[in-house]
């Protein structure tokens, strides 16, 4: 039986997978993934909660309450070493995506705060990128949306690409317990992708005590809830892996806490 954590993917049709609040039995972050092919349109309302709308693939043309933000996304894969196209947009709007050919979109979404806030397209130029660890722990970062980024108010998205027989999210580390500036508390989404796509990859989820420690085997879509502890990722030979992640919590601010049985390895 497939772990409480684990949302299965739909392999065909518009709906992709979807995590709310109340699915995953937490308060912040929202995730939902989208297929549109070429000329189909969505509408987004916005609510009372911020969104990050990232073109994972494909182009699209984004209208935020009639202004239109054309040609967004040149990505044919997430595996590209590109960074994707983004939009943040704050609450009380209503967002028009317009496929202009085959896309797939991410809706990243948390609770926002009363401070006015504007729409912002975020240029893929301007997104930092970075390599993280060294040797089969080595894996590519792009921060779209990372926390010393004023625009949002609780919202953090990355992604992630680790190579094939690579570790990631590694050595273990948890964000769970507000305690700044020692760890931050973070509710956080995994998005995974493989490459080739009949591939699959593993995520543990597991706390110190062990109250929690339930093992994912992902495949191509799957997301992954981590409410709480440490969670890592591994590829398997032959397969990349692909992940988006995206984090809210109290306060939009990341800093975690790695496992010190496994905190060794930095220091090797």
């Not at 039986?1 to 929202?30: C, D, F, N």
């Not at 994912?216 to 502890?229: K, L, Q, S, T």
């Amino acid at each position: 039986m497939p772990s409480h954590l684990l949302a299965k993917a739909a392999r065909s049709g518009r709906e992709i997978v979807e995590v709310t609040p109340e699915r995953a039995g937490w308060t912040h972050v929202g995730f939902r993934a989208l297929r549109l092919g070429a000329g189909e349109t969505e509408t987004v309302p916005t609510g009372e909660r911020e969104l990050c709308l990232v073109v994972l693939t494909g182009s699209v043309d984004i209208s935020v309450d009639g202004v239109t933000h054309p040609g967004l996304g040149q990505r044919d894969s997430v595996f590209e070493p590109v960074s994707p196209a983004a939009v943040y947009v704050p609450p009380g709007r209503s967002v028009q995506i317009l496929a202009c050919r085959d896309a797939e979109i991410a809706l990243c979404s948390a609770p926002c705060d009363e401070q006015p806030r504007a729409v912002r397209v975020i240029d893929p130029a301007g997104m930092r990128r970075s390599v993280r660890g060294q040797g089969t722990n080595l894996r590519h970062v792009c921060d779209i949306l990372p926390h010393d980024d004023p625009t949002a108010a609780h919202l953090l998205v990355v992604e992630v690409l680790t190579p094939a027989s690579h570790s990631s999210s590694y050595p273990p580390h948890k964000h769970d317990v507000e305690q700044p500036p020692l760890e931050t508390q973070l509710e956080e989404t995994y998005y995974h992708r493989l490459n080739p796509p009949q591939g699959f990859a593993f995520q543990r989820v597991y706390t110190d005590d062990r109250s929690l420690d339930e093992a994912c085997a992902v495949e191509d879509h799957d997301v992954v809830m981590v409410p709480r502890g440490y969670h890592p990722v591994v590829a398997p030979h032959g397969y990349d892996l692909y992940y988006l992640n995206v984090m809210a919590g109290p306060n939009r601010f990341w800093v975690f806490k790695n496992d010190p049985a496994h905190e060794w390895m930095l220091k090797a």
